[in-house]
T-cell receptor, first 111, second 114 residues
Framework: RKEVEQDPGPFNVPEGATVAFNCTYSNSASQSFFWYRQDCRKEPKLLMS???SGNEDGRFTAQLNRASQYISLLIRDSKLSDSATYLC????????????FGTGTRLQVTL | DTGVSQDPRHKITKRGQNVTFRCDPI?????LYWYRQTLGQGPEFLTYFQNEAQLEKSRLLSDRFSAERPKGSFSTLEIQRTEQGDSAMYLC???FGTGGDKLFFGSGTQLSVL
């Protein structure tokens, strides 16, 4: 079983739609969580950190449920420019930035 | 450009050949990481350096792989006797300090082993 699991998609949504991605992690020692965005043939870039209290950044909201070992990302009012792969990432306790990535969920926003 | 720089961007080689990739981190960053990403997968950790010391290596890093970071600046990743299964994107990242929100990735080196 992978340490971080995601639905690979693709998720095809019209512009303006709200879309949610889920992610589960198996290592209960994981301390910190993040969502990274990766455009086709480009490097991953940090989208946002995920906190137990929830974290919102504009149209993006991330949530962490430690009891269920579950992370989510909600994108409201999708834009064409949101089309990308969204990587769920865990950082286990005691590691120095040894990130564990999920396979990524591909989002395609259409007109 | 003051970001993480990787060279070459693309490398095509024949099975059995040796290849070397270079990574130049952001200048004030003391930590440097190598990841590997295959099609349809997320990046997988290979190794990381704090300054010139290699502090951790993944079991993915077989004996054919070696990484160095002389003088704590740029780093090289060498793959000896390449195999078709080595075909992947090799990503370098750097950070100052720890934390998953502090990594900056380079554009990667795409390796194709024929």
């Amino acid at each position: 079983r992978k340490e971080v699991e995601q639905d690979p998609g693709p998720f095809n949504v019209p512009e303006g739609a709200t879309v949610a991605f889920n992610c589960t992690y198996s290592n209960s020692a994981s301390q910190s969580f993040f969502w990274y965005r990766q455009d086709c043939r480009k490097e991953p870039k940090l989208l946002m950190s995920v906190y137990s209290s929830g974290n919102e950044d504009g149209r993006f909201t991330a949530q962490l449920n430690r009891a269920s070992q579950y992370i989510s990302l909600l994108i409201r009012d999708s834009k064409l420019s949101d089309s990308a792969t969204y990587l769920c990432v865990a950082l286990p306790t005691g590691t120095a930035s040894k990130l564990t990535f999920g396979t990524g969920t591909r989002l395609q926003v259409t007109l | 450009d003051t970001g993480v720089s990787q060279d070459p961007r693309h490398k095509i080689t024949k099975r059995g050949q040796n290849v070397t990739f270079r990574c130049d981190p952001i200048s004030e960053h003391n930590r440097l990481y190598w990841y590997r990403q295959t099609l349809g997968q997320g990046p997988e950790f290979l190794t990381y350096f704090q300054n010139e010391a290699q502090l951790e290596k993944s079991r993915l890093l077989s004996d054919r792989f070696s990484a160095e970071r002389p003088k704590g600046s740029f780093s090289t990743l060498e793959i000896q006797r390449t195999e078709q299964g080595d075909s992947a994107m090799y990503l370098c990242a750097s950070s100052f300090g720890t934390g998953g929100d502090k990594l900056f990735f380079g554009s990667g080196t795409q390796l194709s082993v024929l």
